[in-house]
């Protein structure tokens, strides 16, 4: 099969090397790929969010089968362009992306499904979000409705702080993103991500992860994309998990077929457990970025095989063939992220580097100049691995990350501390 991905970070560059174990890819092109990407698969210079062109490209080297990495080319509608032209594909419709690219139509949906999640108000205007606040009190979340790279999300811990943040948001500091405003309850609890596959019918649990958000040890400091992850997720016991497939995935997944817009991709629920109840906290159609990295390490080759029967419809077939194993990952960041930081700063180390079914350094951020990887982003690589145990895999991941010379870069050493 003539697979192609779409994407250029750690997530994809798991996923193209999960495709990679299995026998079933015999081609493998990601666009626009990174240099990570480069040592495993062949990549093409491709705009991911113009379906135009990526159905040309699909069209024109032979492939059978597009997995989309990121967001943005799926709410831009580059899944349904794709399969207006006849090609099978992982990834839900922009109509079903909306789950991830509105927060008030999220609110609504589990509304409608009777799903646990906060309380809340959706506004359009800053008096009447003010008004709520003031009505609420403190601490509460404001929120811009759109796609804000996961930056607009503000947690209030004042009245006058929630109120800054909805003049922000009113004020284009988001751009469209924060035209309209959700504003919930503040939750407390512990949270973790839960994965399903789903392919508009059927719903495949394939796995739980938590990341760690903020950028200093001891989970303090500003948010990023994530500094770390670890699967499975202690906290999502088998039983909460249960309870979150029945009374938030299953409800959900079932209004949004009743609307006529089935979802089919992997969904990626993030939950806040309290008391052993969990609520939803957000949907991201998509994997998470760097729990991707975790989970693929942890499936390996039948990762392909769900996310090709997925698109196929055949998930009421499907196994999962689960092992009893751990798997952690590092990001190894830029020195300044997630502020400003330097772009182009040598990385060495990364050549020769043993790399097998138990550790992996999945790059995000590199290109390679003059036979030298060269960082280009933020977060810039993630050293991965499993093992029968988190402290296993811990230790193995630590230890292919200090094998990096990188003087530029950083990474948190307490990845994984709550379940460790
Ligand atoms: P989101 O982009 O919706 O995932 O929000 C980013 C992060 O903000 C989440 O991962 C949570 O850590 C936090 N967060 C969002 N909504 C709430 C809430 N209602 N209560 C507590 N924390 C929240
Ligand atoms: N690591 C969080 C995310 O991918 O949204």
Known sequence: MNILILGSGGREHALAWAALQNPKCDKLIVAPGNAGIAQIADCADLDVENGGAVVSFAEQNSIDFVIVG?????????????????????GPSAAAAKLEASKSFTKEICAAANAPTAAYGHFTDA???????????????VKADGLAAGKGVIIAETVPEAEAAIDDMFGGAFG???????????????????????????????????????????????????????????????????????????????EMARRGTPYQGVLYAGLMIENGQPRLVEYNVRFGDPECQALMMRLGAQAFDMMHACADGRLAETRVNWADDHAMTVVLAANGYPGAYR????????????????QMMFHAGTTRKDGQ????????????????????????????????????????????????
């Open 176 to 254: 469209g993103a924060g035209a309209e405003v959700v504003i919930e309850e503040f939750m407390q609890g512990e949270e973790a991500s839960f994965f399903v596959l789903c392919d508009g019918t059927d719903v495949l649990p394939i796995g739980t992860a938590q990341d760690h958000k903020r950028v200093g040890e001891g989970d303090t400091g500003p948010n990023t994309g994530g500094m770390g992850a670890y699967s499975p997720a202690p906290v999502l016991t088998d039983a909460i998990a249960q309870q979150a497939l029945d009374e938030i995935i299953k409800p959900t997944m079932a």
């Open 127 to 141: 008096a009447s979000a003010k008004a709520y606040v003031a009505a609420q009190g403190a601490p509460i979340v």
């Open 343 to 358: 772009k182009g700063t040598a990385i060495t180390g990364l050549d020769g580097m043993t790399e097998d079914s138990f």
């Open 70 to 90: 990121p967001e943005a080319p799926l709410a831009a509608g580059v899944a349904d362009r794709l399969r207006d032209a006849g090609l099978l594909v992982f």
């Open 373 to 420: 990887f060269i960082a280009t982003g933020g977060r810039v690589l993630n050293a991965t691995a499993r093992g029968a145990t988190l402290q296993e895999a811990r230790d193995r991941a630590y230890a292919l990350a200090d094998s990096v010379d990188w003087p530029d870069g950083f990474y948190r050493r307490d990845i994984g501390w709550r379940a460790l």
